[in-house]
């Protein structure tokens, strides 16, 4: 039973306080399916390119068990591309460009070999798109994760909330919890959007944590604090993609094992921010995803008796 991401595989070009990138591979499911390969193989990517993106690139999902048979190439057209400046916070970041190019009229084709597919990772695309994702699945799968940004909420709300009607856990930061719920308070917004029909939202917060909301419960992952954060670029992917492999490995939805997805989520982002682009995400150990996760548990355990 396998794990399916979809979403952008594409060139960034980033500008952050320490340094400027020209043309570097990122893309929303190109950081969600390195992330969830240290957890389980083989995922199964869904995503389009152009011509223009290096094979060697491509070479380097497979080395990491990402099965890329659902990867169309475009020969005759360009690459996703999107550039992105941090201000001196790191916690904001202004888009400078997105060129949609190959992502304008992406079909998803699934290959039917990815049909058997038990976990569905909807990593940032049009809405249009992850619903169609979803459509062609001939079964439901176990758990739909679905993660989106403002640009979509700006330009196709309505598609956006039917795609977030059709999944079961949304992640999101808090600035677009509050555009998508025009509530500030993030506790009155989580209810707001767990009425559009997800059964659990996922409020990101950068270097502040993140929030788990169901109904009944809620749960807090803090992010580790880090002496060196180069470049924000991915971690909102590769937090989702530590999430869902993580989930995938153990399967099992629980709101407990959710919770522990949280964290190893929080560690993986935790690497992603530490140099350019997808750079930290591709050597890791287990030894160094462990000793991270370790980190977590000292920074917030205590015992208090009452
Ligand atoms: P994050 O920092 O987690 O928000 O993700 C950044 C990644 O999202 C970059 O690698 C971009 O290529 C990708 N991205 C930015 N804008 C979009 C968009 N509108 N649709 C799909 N992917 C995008």
Redesign the pocket.
């Known amino acids: 039973m396998s794990l399916l991401v979809i979403?952008?595989v594409?060139f960034?070009a980033i500008e952050t306080p320490f340094g400027k990138t020209d043309k570097i591979i990122?893309?929303?499911a190109?950081?969600v399916a390195l992330s969830a390969s240290y957890f389980k193989k083989p995922i199964n990517l869904v995503a389009v390119v152009g011509g223009d993106f290096p094979k060697s690139d491509i070479h380097l999902l497979e080395q990491h068990g990402i099965d890329t048979k659902g990867l169309q190439i475009k020969e005759n057209e360009k690459s996703?591309f999107?550039a992105g400046k941090y201000h001196n916070d790191m916690n904001s970041r202004d888009?400078l460009v997105?060129e949609l190019n190959v992502?304008a009229d992406f079909d998803p084709i699934i290959p039917e070999s990815y049909q058997d597919c038990k976990y569905l990772m909807l990593g940032?695309?049009a809405p249009k798109v992850q619903s169609t994702v979803i459509n062609r699945m001939k079964k439901r799968p176990k758990l739909i994760v679905m993660d989106t940004?403002n640009?979509?909420m700006d330009i196709a709300h309505e598609d956006l909330l039917e795609t977030i009607s059709m999944v079961d856990v949304l992640t999101i930061n808090d600035e677009e919890a509050r555009q998508l719920s025009k509530e500030y308070s993030l506790v009155k917004a989580s209810k707001k959007i767990l009425q559009m029909g997800p059964k659990y939202l996922i409020i990101k917060k950068g270097e502040h944590g993140a929030f788990l909301f169901n109904k009944e419960q809620v749960f807090f992952a803090p992010a580790l604090p880090l002496e060196d954060v180069f470049d924000?670029?991915?971690?909102?992917?590769t937090f989702a993609g530590g999430f869902i492999g993580y989930i995938a490995k153990h399967d099992d939805i629980s709101f407990e094992t959710m919770k522990n997805a949280i964290i190893y989520g929080s560690a993986m982002a935790s690497f992603c921010v530490e140099k350019f682009g997808t750079e930290r995400i591709i050597n890791l150990s287990k030894t160094q995803i462990d000793q991270r996760v370790q980190s977590f548990v000292d920074l917030v355990q205590f015992e208090i008796a009452l």
């Open positions: 979403g952008s594409a960034d990122g893309g929303a190109t950081y996703f999107w888009t997105t992502l940032n695309l940004m640009f979509w924000p670029t991915g971690a909102g992917d």
